[in-house]
């Protein structure tokens, strides 16, 4: 079975770009979760969506927005780029919401964001 | 408000040798607490979970963790460390629906042969 897939793997834009990045769930997981890594830290939450609604939002700008599609797959936008918003943009999907699920994230590999 | 902190940024063990990773969370409420590693060039796997019940639980590879409620404490051990565990690791607390999992800022972990 395919876990999460993600792409592209590394991209490298520059200040005041837009970067859309991509995301596909593991098959039959309904919610999808976006994290940042900056270099050196852990993981930031940025957004959650379940069943293509917006359930959960992170302390970022609203330079970045994402949607899910009806397969569930997700985009992450960034508008405006900054130097700061080079990291690892992580993907996590999960089967659902409640307690009864395993509350497992699944990770994809990443995408490696240089904003130059 | 929510945090995560693991105070060891490197630790490195030579193989064989027993390993402990620490973490504390501030949380208001009854936490769900996670390790998860991530190897070079991976994304972040999941070795164990706390949601309730026995503190002592067992994962992955050989890793145990321990709830301790008091010191607001879910440390990370394991008694045998191999090469192969060279990672970075992470714990994290779910909040109540799952929707939002903070996350510690990890500890690299380097194994000495």
């Known amino acids: 079975d395919a876990g999460v897939t993600q792409s592209p793997t590394h991209l490298i834009k520059t200040r005041g770009q837009h970067v859309t990045l991509r995301c596909s769930p593991i098959s039959g997981h309904k919610s999808v979760s976006w994290y940042q890594q900056v270099l050196g830290q852990g993981p930031q939450f940025i957004f959650q969506y379940y069943e293509k609604e917006e359930r959960g939002r992170g302390n970022f700008p609203d330079r970045f927005s994402a949607r899910q599609f009806p397969n569930y797959s997700s985009e992450l936008n960034v508008n405006a780029l900054l130097l700061g918003d080079s990291a690892l943009y992580l993907c996590a999907s999960s089967s659902g919401l409640q307690r009864v699920t395993t509350g497992e994230l699944f990770f994809g590999e990443g995408s490696r964001l240089t904003v130059l | 408000a929510q945090s995560v902190t693991q105070p060891d940024i490197h630790i490195t063990v030579s193989e064989g040798a027993s390993l402990e990773l620490r973490c504390n969370y501030s949380?208001?409420?009854?936490?769900?607490l996670f390790w998860y590693v991530q190897s070079p060039g991976q994304g972040l796997q999941l070795l164990l979970k706390?949601?309730?019940?026995?503190?002592l639980v067992q994962g992955i590879k050989g890793f145990e963790a321990e709830f301790k409620r008091s010191q607001s404490s879910f440390n990370l051990r394991k008694p045998s460390v191999h090469w192969s565990d060279a990672a970075e690791y992470f714990c994290?607390?779910?909040?109540?629906?799952?929707?939002?999992?903070?996350f510690g800022s990890g500890t690299k972990l380097n194994v000495k042969p």
């Open positions: 706390y949601f309730s019940g026995d503190t």
């Open positions: 994290a607390v779910a909040l109540g629906n799952f929707n939002k999992f903070y």
């Open positions: 949380y208001g409420a009854t936490p769900y």
